[in-house]
């Protein structure tokens, strides 16, 4: 065995030439990863529901019993730029969650199963309540312009937009 | 606190967290042949003085990291992750892959465990097992040779790899299933 390797640490030990890093370093780390995770999840979960809110404020699924055509119209219609946030917030969640130490003790994609579906239940949740109603109706009172929420909610989540794609 | 054969490595740690850091060199002593020959294992370096700068940069990240460590967990599966990491950092780096020196495998086990006779393994040469071994995909390669070369438990693989125990223990059965069609076709 070398001792060699021992001596020299160990001086460098004593001369803190290497030192310990602080255990509140950690601790924030921790913290950072942990707020992290529930920020991405709130974020999802809210996203989902705006999406929600945006298929049935257009009246999207009630289009299907209308013919062929209106697949067209569908995919035209979905909105694209949310669901490219969601895709990107679940790539974001899928990092994040394998930072933690409970990710490798269970087959990863029950895992995300799991968080995908408790993120659909809460966003369900949402969906069903007064939220989007009244955020949308405070939106439309008030003066402020709040980029990307008053344009979806007031402008692209109503009737019109679909009844523009018949004219 | 008296550090003795009957100390724990998480006491080591907390005591040395928290009191005398020279007590790390105790840590030292455990396990830097266990880890030497870890690297050695996955690294198998042609200049041994990259063996001892690996190892001793181990030591240097465990120290630095020693406020990090949970001391419900077992100490021996985090110092192993840390040597495993530098050492696949290191491969990358040098764009080799992992190859390694069988000469101690236990032969008797692995005959068991790979159900071939045990006089097939007795006439193996070194490099036919070797070369069996090392031509494995590294993903069975590396939960395997802790297994079998570091004697650690699918528990502590699972914490070194992060991966599921379910997964360790395929990856090592296909590991196995790829040795035995490998040895057995070369002797039979």
Known sequence: ???????????????????????????????GLQGGLALTIIV??????AFLYYIKSNGLLMSLHFGDSIWQNLLHS?????ILIIIAFAIVLNIVIKKFDFSYKRP???????????????????????????????????MM???????F?????????MCQNFK | MQINESTTDEQIVKFCREEDKESFGFLIDRYELKIKCYINRLVNPNDKEDLNDLTQQVFINV?????????????????????????VNWLKAKKEKISIDASDILVGTLASDIDI????LDKELKEEINSAINDLPDKFKEPFILKYFEGLSYDEISEILKKPKNTIGTMISRAKQQLKKKLVNIYE
Not at chain 1, 108 to 130: D, K, Q, R, V
């Open chain 1, 1 to 31: 065995m070398s001792n060699s390797i021992k001596k020299e640490l160990m001086q460098k030990i004593r001369k803190d030439e290497i030192s310990m890093r602080a255990r509140w370093l950690f601790v924030a780390e921790r913290l």
């Open chain 1, 44 to 49: 999802l979960i809210f996203l989902l529901n």
């Open chain 1, 78 to 82: 979905l909105p694209y730029d949310l």
């Open chain 1, 108 to 142: 990863f994609i029950l895992i995300m199963i799991a968080f995908i579906g408790t993120i659909m239940f809460f966003s369900t949740l949402i969906f069903y309540s007064n939220f989007n109603h009244s955020l949308r109706r405070n939106l439309e009172q008030s």
């Open chain 1, 145 to 151: 312009d709040i980029p990307f929420l008053t344009d």
């Open chain 1, 153 to 161: 909610y007031v402008n692209r989540c109503c009737m019109r937009s």
């Open chain 2, 63 to 87: 120290y630095k990291n020693l406020n990090s460590v949970d001391i419900e967990k077992k100490f021996s599966s985090w110092i192993y992750r840390i040597a495993h990491n530098l050492a």
């Open chain 2, 117 to 120: 006779k045990k006089d097939l």
